[in-house]
């Protein structure tokens, strides 16, 4: 019988851009970013020259974008510029109708899928100029980055001297209309990349200010923004954090408080693989030795980033898991890469596919997993 933590709960609605900075760093690719608040400055500066200001709605201009085709098609600062093009241009669903062709022929954009919906989301919030409007032209496409980036230009736009007296409010609209819902999650999770952005990946301070969220929900759904973002401040170029030690894998989930530990080592497991040379058996070693409350998250984690590094290749992703040195390490292995498997390609299809590859113990906790999970994903 398998000890699996078979949890539906919403705290495993980010498995985001993790799995994005894992693909980043097993094809090796460098990313040449600026970062977010650079990117708003920018496009706040470009708003007033035209005679605008930030959080205004505007209509799309009609001006073509910055052709990146050529040489340009791995230049991701070209991309970045012709997605905010597009946006501002033709509108976010003309931006993802590109980005969802580009992603099937351009294999630096499909590395760098979810940063660059980031970039599109913070584009929108200065077209559309509040989280309501924003999110109406959302798209979940590559782990949601859409609304995390929305939500980074928001935290960005009312600075650190205002953000503890209004961060209740922010997520209020959305959370009235779909309380605890993919999009809720989406919002507060991206409250916590906000928050490292404006405070300097300071993660000690940050989390604090998601302590300022009433609801425990939300304060969790920040501490994985927070925790994300720690980890995608190690691959991003222009950005640095002190809160990741090589020779400590796991660090600093074990140095925060209980309160903050799960979804902690919800992310640590992509940073850890990659201090062991994405070495699966090692960190399920690793993720053996923590306190027994957290081992089966952890065990998940390598889940998600089994199908994370693989791209999603079910043979791939079934061979990472079944390093796993007993039943409980590979059935949680298994619940963590099946829902990704759902996020990733908003569907279940693949997700079947991959259960079914399964010998039968696990391929019935697979299956179980993805139909309730599928069901809670709300697409």
């Known amino acids: 019988m398998t000890q699996a933590s078979n949890d539906s709960g919403r705290w495993w609605l980010l498995p985001v851009g993790i799995v994005t900075a894992s693909v980043f760093i097993a094809l090796g ?12 400055f920018a496009e706040r500066l470009s708003a007033q020259t035209a005679g605008s200001t930030f959080g205004g709605a505007k209509q799309p201009t009609g001006e073509p974008a910055e052709d990146c085709s050529g040489e ?5 600062q070209c991309i970045q510029k012709r997605y905010q093009d597009l946006v501002h241009g033709s509108g976010v669903q003309a931006a993802f109708t590109d980005l969802k062709g580009a992603y099937e022929t351009n294999e630096f954009v499909k590395s760098n899928c979810h940063q660059i919906t980031h970039v599109i989301g913070r584009a929108a919030v200065d077209m559309y100029g509040d989280i309501p409007e924003s999110y109406s032209h959302g798209d979940n496409f590559c ?7 929305a939500m980074e230009a928001v935290v960005a736009e009312i600075g650190p001297d205002k953000i503890l007296d209004e961060a209740n409010e922010i ?3 959305v959370s009235e209309d779909q309380e605890q819902s993919f999009y809720h999650y989406n919002c507060v999770h991206g409250l916590g990349h906000g928050f490292m952005g404006m405070l300097e990946n300071e993660l000690f301070e940050s989390l604090e200010t998601c302590d300022t969220l009433g609801d425990r929900w939300e304060r969790e759904s920040c501490y994985g923004g927070v925790f994300m973002e720690n980890i995608m401040a190690d ?34 497991t992509s940073y850890a693989l990659k201090t062991q040379d994405y070495d699966f058996g090692k960190v399920f070693e690793l993720c053996g030795t923590i306190e027994e409350d957290y081992r089966s998250t952890c065990y998940q984690s390598l889940g998600r980033d089994a199908a994370g590094n693989s791209a ?12 796993g040195g007993d039943d409980e390490a590979r059935s949680n292995c298994v619940i963590g890469a099946v829902k990704d498997f759902i996020s990733y390609y908003n569907s279940d299809t693949q997700a079947k596919e991959f259960c079914e590859s399964l010998d039968r113990d696990l391929r019935e906790t697979c299956l179980e997993t993805g139909e309730e999970y599928y069901k809670t994903y709300d697409i």
């Open 171 to 173: 997520c209020a609209s």
């Open 143 to 149: 782990w949601s980055g859409y609304y995390h980036g």
């Open 29 to 40: 690719i460098v990313v040449f970013q600026p970062s977010f608040i650079e990117e708003v």
């Open 235 to 268: 691959i991003n170029p222009g950005t640095k954090t002190k809160y990741l030690k090589a020779d400590e894998p796991l660090y600093p989930c074990t140095e925060v408080g209980s309160k903050y530990k799960e979804q902690c080592y919800v992310m640590q």
């Open 72 to 76: 340009r098609a791995s230049d991701y």
């Open 312 to 323: 999603s290749d079910l043979v791939k992703t079934k061979e990472s898991c079944m390093q």
